[in-house]
C-alpha cells in the first residue's frame, strides 16, 4: 500500500498567522489518466472528517478560500492562509491514485 | 442537506457478525459511489470498502475480503456493512461516506462504533 507521510504531527499556530502541512507519498500519485488523486480532509473535534481539497487544489464547495492545496508527484502541500479559531483539528491527506486509498497519520493544528 | 446516518454498532464477541447499515438522505443516491472507513486511535483513518452506483462493482481492502460485504439498497438509499468473523482489531468507529476512491468522500456520517471483545 501506499504510505503518506505527514509533517509535522503538531502545529501549534498563532491565529491570524498562517500555517502549512506537508504530505508526501510512497510513490508518484499520478494516475495513469493523468490525474492527480490526492485531496485533504478536516476533522474538527467531536466532529466526522469532511473533505476540504480534491485532486490537489480543488477547494470543496463552502470551503474558505484560506485553504489552498498545491504539490506533485509524491509532494503536496495544505497551507492555511490566516488561521481562525475554527480551523482547530486534525488534518488528513489522502491518496486515491492506487487501490486502496490511504491516509496520511493526522497533523493536529492548535492555537498557540 | 447531505445526511448520513449510521446504526448497528454495538459490542460483539470475537468470532461474531454485525451488520451496519447506512441511511442517506438529502441527495441522488444511485448515481454515487458509497464507502465505508474506519477509524482507531492507533491507525487512524483506514479505508474499509467501496461500491459503485449500482451496486456491481464492490472493492475491498485485502486484509478484509471475505469477511466483510458491502452492498447497497438503492430503492431505499441505504448502503450497508455486513461483517462476519470479526477480531479485536476490527474495533473502531466506521463511517458511512458519499464518494468513492480517486477523490475521497466528500460527506461523512456520525460514525457508529464497533467494539469487538469477550
Known amino acids: 500500500d501506499v504510505v503518506m507521510t505527514q509533517s509535522p504531527l503538531s502545529l501549534p499556530v498563532t491565529l491570524g498567522q498562517p500555517a502549512s502541512i506537508s504530505c508526501r507519498s510512497s510513490?508518484?500519485?499520478?494516475?495513469?489518466?493523468?490525474?492527480?488523486?490526492l485531496s485533504w480532509f478536516q476533522e474538527r473535534p467531536g466532529q466526522s472528517p469532511r473533505r476540504l481539497i480534491y485532486?490537489?487544489?480543488n477547494g470543496n464547495s463552502g470551503v474558505p478560500d484560506r485553504f489552498s492545496g498545491s504539490g506533485s508527484g509524491t509532494d503536496f502541500t495544505l497551507k492555511i492562509s490566516r488561521v481562525e479559531a475554527e480551523d482547530v483539528g486534525i488534518y488528513y491527506c489522502?491518496?486515491?491514485?492506487?487501490?486502496?486509498?490511504?491516509f496520511g497519520q493526522g497533523t493536529k493544528v492548535e492555537i498557540k | 442537506e447531505v445526511k448520513l446516518v449510521e446504526s448497528g454498532g454495538g459490542l460483539v464477541q470475537p468470532g461474531g457478525s454485525l451488520r451496519l447499515s447506512c441511511a442517506a438522505s438529502?441527495?441522488?443516491?444511485?448515481?454515487?459511489?458509497m464507502t465505508w472507513v474506519r477509524q482507531t486511535p492507533g491507525k487512524g483513518l483506514e479505508w474499509v470498502a467501496s461500491i459503485n452506483e449500482n451496486g456491481s462493482g464492490k472493492y475491498y481492502v485485502d486484509s478484509l475480503k471475505g469477511r466483510f460485504t458491502i452492498s447497497r439498497d438503492n430503492a431505499k438509499s441505504s448502503l450497508s456493512l455486513q461483517m462476519n468473523s470479526l477480531r479485536a482489531e476490527d474495533t473502531a468507529v466506521y463511517y458511512c461516506?458519499?464518494?468513492?476512491?480517486?477523490?475521497?468522500?466528500?460527506?461523512w456520517g456520525q460514525g457508529t462504533l464497533v467494539t469487538v471483545s469477550s
Open positions: 510513490q508518484s500519485l499520478v494516475h495513469s489518466d493523468g490525474n492527480t488523486y
Open positions: 489522502m491518496q486515491g491514485t492506487h487501490w486502496p486509498p490511504t
Open positions: 461516506a458519499r464518494g468513492g476512491p480517486n477523490y475521497g468522500p466528500a460527506n
Open positions: 438529502g441527495f441522488t443516491f444511485d448515481i454515487y459511489w
Open positions: 485532486k490537489v487544489s
